[in-house]
């Protein structure tokens, strides 16, 4: 089977602006998680889509938000970035619901200017 | 909600030496255990997970953990490592059930093999 895949791998932005990155999870997994992680709060954990509907939620601000399509591949998106959104952001997938075989792609390295 | 503490954040082993990382946890529901490895600007990789049964969990790599309730703590341990084992180990823990998959990490531990 292939592996949880994120696109793109590298992104730069500037401040105030948006950005969308995706997850496709491994196949006949349902479950998607997202982590970000920064050198200062470590992996702190977003949020978590199983079968299209978000079923938990980390302590991040509106700004963060995320959707899961009908083939579980998700996205997440960050509006008006900061500098503070500069991380590498990772997705996870897993076959069950309830969190047995978390297996995390190569992630996604945000660099805000 | 659960917490992770991984007591060392550096640990200088030599090669053939063996190395213990230490993970305690908390929680008041029952959890799922988990290490990773994370080389540098790649993801995670799963070691090994302790889900239920057997305290001894074998994974990849030679790496193996022993899941001790009573001390709330879950070490990782390798009884000769290698210099391709420097690295970034993160210790987590989901709620086990119906709790969702969401994992809390513990701040992560360097593993620097020297020659």
């Known amino acids: 089977k292939a592996g949880v895949t994120q696109t793109p791998r590298y992104l730069i932005k500037t401040r105030g602006q948006q950005v969308t990155l995706s997850c496709s999870p491994i196949?006949?997994?349902?479950?998607v998680s997202w982590y970000q992680q920064t050198p200062g709060q470590g992996l702190q954990f977003l949020f978590e889509y199983f079968s299209e509907t978000q079923r938990n939620k980390g302590n991040f601000p509106g700004r963060f938000s995320g959707r899961q399509f009908s083939n579980s591949r998700s996205e997440m998106n960050v509006s008006t970035l900061e500098l503070g959104d500069s991380a590498l952001y990772l997705c996870?997938?897993?076959?069950?619901?309830?969190?047995?075989?978390?297996?995390f792609g190569p992630g996604t390295r945000l660099t805000v200017l | 909600a659960q917490s992770v503490t991984q007591l060392d954040s550096q640990v200088p082993v030599f090669e053939e030496a063996p190395v213990e990382l230490r993970c305690n946890y908390s929680s008041s529901v029952s959890v799922y255990l988990f290490w990773y490895v994370q080389y540098p600007n790649q993801g995670l990789q799963l070691l090994l997970k302790?889900?239920?049964?057997?305290?001894l969990v074998k994974g990849i790599n030679g790496f193996e953990a022993e899941f001790n309730k009573s001390q709330t703590s879950f070490h990782l341990r390798k009884p000769s490592v290698h210099i391709s084992d420097t690295a970034e180990y993160f210790c987590a823990v989901s709620g086990a059930g119906a709790a969702g998959n969401k994992l809390t990490f513990g701040g992560g531990t360097r593993v620097l093999v020297k020659p």
């Open positions: 996870a997938s897993t076959e069950y619901p309830t969190g047995q075989d978390p297996f």
């Open positions: 302790y889900l239920s049964g057997s305290t």
């Open positions: 196949s006949g997994h349902r479950s």
